[in-house]
C-alpha cells in the first residue's frame, strides 16, 4: 500500500495485516535481551510449567504485532513521530508455532490546531493468532504530516 | 536483589536499575526487526533529517528499559503474569551513545479478592538519559504471588 497523509484516514477504517510465526528460536533471542525471565527462555521448567511450553515476552508480541503493521507501509513517509501507546492488554499467551496477525481499526483523526501541517492518527490493535483468538490489544497514537495543500 | 511476594511491595517504594547503553548496530538490528522505518535503519537518511542521526525505536527504548527492571530480580519468581502497559509516552528521542536507566516507583498493590493467592502490582517508570532528561514514561501492571502465609 502507499503512505498516507492524514487526511487520508478516517475513522473506522480497517487494515489487515500480513502474518507472522513464532518459532522457539525468536522468543529465546528475544527474551535473552529484553525479558529474561523464566518462562521466556527456561524450555525444560516452562514444559513443566502452566502453559507446557516457553512463551513470547509480551514486549515481543507488541514488538512484531507493530513490525506487521510498519510493513503495511501506510505510514512509511508521513510518520513524524510515535507519542505513545495506550492500554496494552496482553490477553493469551503466545506459544512457539503461533501464528499471529494484527487486525487495525482507526479510532482518532486529528489535526494539529497549532500545526497545520501535522495531526494525531490513532489506531486501535486487535492481534489475533491462528485459531482466531486475541491475544493482545493496544492502541498506538501517531503524528502524521497532512497534505502540503491543507497546511497552506 | 531478593525475588519479593506482592505483601513485600508498598506503594512509594522507589527502585533505580542499572544503566544500559544504546549503540548504533544495537538500534538498527532491532529495526530491522521489528520496526524498520527510516529513522531507524537509514543512518545516512537519519543524518539530514530532524535529529542528525538514527533514532531508536520506540519499542526498543521500551522493551530495554523493562529488561533492566527485569535485571532488579524483585519478581524473578513471584511473577505470575503480565497483564499490561498503560500510557507509554516516547517523550524524547533515543540517539546511539544514548544510556538509559529506569526510575521505578510502585504505585498501587491489590491483593485480589476473589484469588487470595494474588494481586495486582503496578509500577510507574521514568525512564532517563545521561543527561537525566526523561525519555520515555509508562506504567506496568503484573499479577504477582502473595506470600503463602496470607493466603490461608
Not at 494484527?102 to 486529528?110: G, I, K, L, M, R
Not at 504530516?145 to 497546511?151: G, Q
Request: aromatic share 10%; proline share 6%.
Amino acid at each position: 500500500m502507499h503512505s498516507r497523509f492524514l487526511d487520508a484516514f478516517a475513522v473506522g477504517d480497517v487494515f489487515m495485516t500480513r502474518a507472522a510465526t513464532f518459532t522457539e528460536s525468536d522468543i529465546v533471542d528475544f527474551a535473552l535481551k529484553y525479558d529474561p525471565q523464566p518462562m521466556h527462555i527456561d524450555a525444560h521448567g516452562a514444559a513443566a510449567g502452566p502453559f507446557g511450553s516457553l512463551i513470547a515476552s509480551g514486549f515481543h508480541t507488541l514488538s512484531l504485532s507493530f513490525r506487521l503493521w510498519a510493513d503495511l507501509g501506510l505510514f512509511a513517509t508521513t510518520n513524524i513521530a510515535g507519542p505513545g501507546l495506550d492500554e496494552v492488554r496482553w490477553q493469551k499467551p503466545v506459544l512457539p508455532g503461533d501464528t499471529i496477525r494484527s487486525h487495525c481499526t482507526v479510532v482518532e483523526v486529528s489535526p494539529s490546531r497549532s500545526k497545520p501541517d501535522r495531526g494525531i492518527l490513532k489506531v486501535a490493535f486487535d492481534v489475533r493468532n491462528q485459531r482466531d483468538e486475541t491475544v493482545l490489544t493496544y492502541t498506538i497514537i501517531a503524528m502524521l504530516r497532512r497534505k502540503p495543500e491543507s497546511a497552506e
